[in-house]
């Protein structure tokens, strides 16, 4: 039985069947069916996306570069894993290369300062980012964050886990592992006595 | 012995590898059954077990932080999409001339201005051949009908309208401003005054004013006020 089952509904409102219809119409070019996907999983990829990049600022860019790759890639989708898993891993790679661009602008000395301009953030959002788990999931690199927040948060097998960020399972596990340790060394409150693996 | 020892621990460490799916109930059956087996026995595991549920009941327990989507952002979202598709049509273009460039730049110099203008010809003859067969026979459907007023056939009516006063952030761009206006049916009909106010009117017969209002007000990088101008709130401005 499954501990978590509301976790698998935040992933999955609409039966994968339904999903890769729409797919299939947003390949031919449907934009009411790009405006019906872009609905059903703009909750979803923003959380997703926030949880991994841990900056408000860039969520709206990353979300729009995912709808782009899907309205360009819907007729390349096979159909062999669910339309949710293509497009969280198309979100997870699109995510962490604007984490890499922006590291790197803000490595160059020669960037100008980023612009000082009062982003809106939710109480909720704020809450996410600056509590003590939040802190302890933001020290954690973006690819261990990935792989606890898609276990912990939507309740996903480690194989599926795999095939969105694009790794073997034993790179999952890996990942898992060091986020794991870590984890205990900044949140005491999880009661870590013994044998830390 | 020692043999029967490292067993022991491989496998002790793949059941605590596996935890954290165990936990969250993902596994396969036959994979689930062989940690509980496990468990029933190691203490080690038992309390891995419980860290991993208290780790698992942080994380799920921090929420939904989403807001939902607003009109405007998906109208940006596609303007973000049609850009590119454009991007694209434009090097697609540059792709398809390539290959008469290269005949224009092999050929000897005197003829290449002959190729060139044969060329041109060519494309005008193709744009008038096909503005005729558009411009033939009667009026495309998709073209409204042509307004004539004369002196028994009065203006039309004036659509009804609300008037709104909004001011702007400065560093809001014009793009920011016109997506903004765009997903409120709204034009700038007035302004800016001297304190920077504009005046926009948006359509009487589309959303009550309150919900328009709500939406200007849920971009507060863009838009630092936005009212009903005073006496307008409820009342079209053509009655």
Redesign the interface.
């Known amino acids: 039985?499954?501990?978590?089952p509301r976790?698998r509904n935040?992933l999955v409102t609409m039966s994968s069947s339904d999903e890769l219809t729409l797919l299939r119409k947003v390949a031919a070019k449907d934009?009411k069916a790009f405006?019906a996907l872009?609905?059903l999983y703009?909750?979803?990829l923003?959380?997703y996306l926030?949880k991994i990049t841990r900056r408000a600022e860039l969520v709206?860019e990353v979300?729009?570069d995912v709808?782009?790759a899907i309205?360009?890639g819907a007729a390349g989708f096979d159909g062999r894993s669910r339309p949710s898993t293509w497009i969280f891993g198309i979100a997870y790679h699109k995510a962490l290369k604007v984490l890499a661009r922006r590291t790197e602008e803000q490595s160059d000395p020669d960037s100008p300062e980023p612009v000082d301009?009062?982003?809106?953030e939710?109480l909720?959002?704020r809450?996410?980012l600056a509590?003590v788990?939040?802190r302890a999931?933001g020290s954690l690199s973006p690819e261990q964050r990935a792989v606890?927040?898609l276990?912990?948060?939507y309740?996903?097998?480690?194989p599926e886990i795999a095939e969105i960020v694009g790794c073997p399972v034993n790179t999952v596990?890996t990942r898992?592992?060091h986020a794991?340790r870590r984890?205990?060394e900044l949140?005491p409150?999880?009661?870590?006595?013994?044998?830390a693996? | 012995m020692r043999e029967w020892e490292d067993r022991g621990e491989r496998v002790h460490?793949r059941i605590?590898?596996?935890l954290?799916?165990y936990?969250?109930?993902?596994?396969a059956e036959r994979e689930r059954e062989g940690i509980e087996t496990h468990l029933a026995a190691c203490h080690?595991c038992q309390?891995?077990e419980?860290?991993?549920r208290?780790?698992?009941t942080?994380?799920?327990g921090?929420?939904?932080?989403?807001?939902?989507?607003h009109p405007v952002?998906?109208q940006?979202?596609?303007a973000?999409?049609e850009e590119?598709e454009r991007e694209e049509r434009r090097q697609a273009g540059g792709r398809l001339l390539a290959p008469f460039r290269s005949f224009v730049q092999a050929a000897p110099r005197p003829l290449r201005g002959a190729l060139m203008a044969q060329a041109a010809v060519i494309l005008l003859l193709i744009g008038v051949v096909g503005w005729q067969a558009r411009h033939t026979g009667a009026a495309s459907p998709a073209q409204p009908p042509a307004v004539y007023r004369t002196l028994s056939n009065p203006d039309p009516a004036p659509v009804p309208s609300v008037r709104l006063r909004i001011m702007f952030w400065p560093?809001a761009t014009e793009r920011e401003i016109r997506d903004l206006l765009h997903g409120v049916n709204g034009e700038i009909t007035a302004g800016p005054s001297r304190s920077g106010a504009y005046t926009v009117e948006v359509p009487a017969t589309g959303d009550p004013a309150g919900v328009v209002l709500a939406r200007l007000r849920s971009e507060?990088?863009v838009v630092m006020l936005a009212e009903p101008t005073a006496g307008e709130l409820g009342k079209p401005a053509h009655d």
Do not use: D
Request: hydrophobic content about 40%; overall charge positive; glycine content about 10%.
């Open positions: 039985m499954n501990p978590f976790f935040i934009r405006e872009y609905h703009y909750r979803r923003f959380g926030l709206e979300l729009n709808m782009l309205w360009k301009r009062e982003e809106p939710s909720a959002t809450r996410e509590g788990l939040g999931l606890v927040e276990t912990y948060y309740g996903l097998a480690y596990k898992m592992f794991r984890l205990k949140l409150g999880l009661g870590v006595t013994g044998y693996g | 460490q605590w590898e596996l954290p799916w936990v969250n109930g993902s596994l080690r309390e891995e419980r860290v991993c208290r780790t698992a942080a994380v799920a921090a929420g939904e932080v989403a807001p939902s989507p952002q998906f940006r979202m596609l973000h999409v590119s560093k507060p990088q």
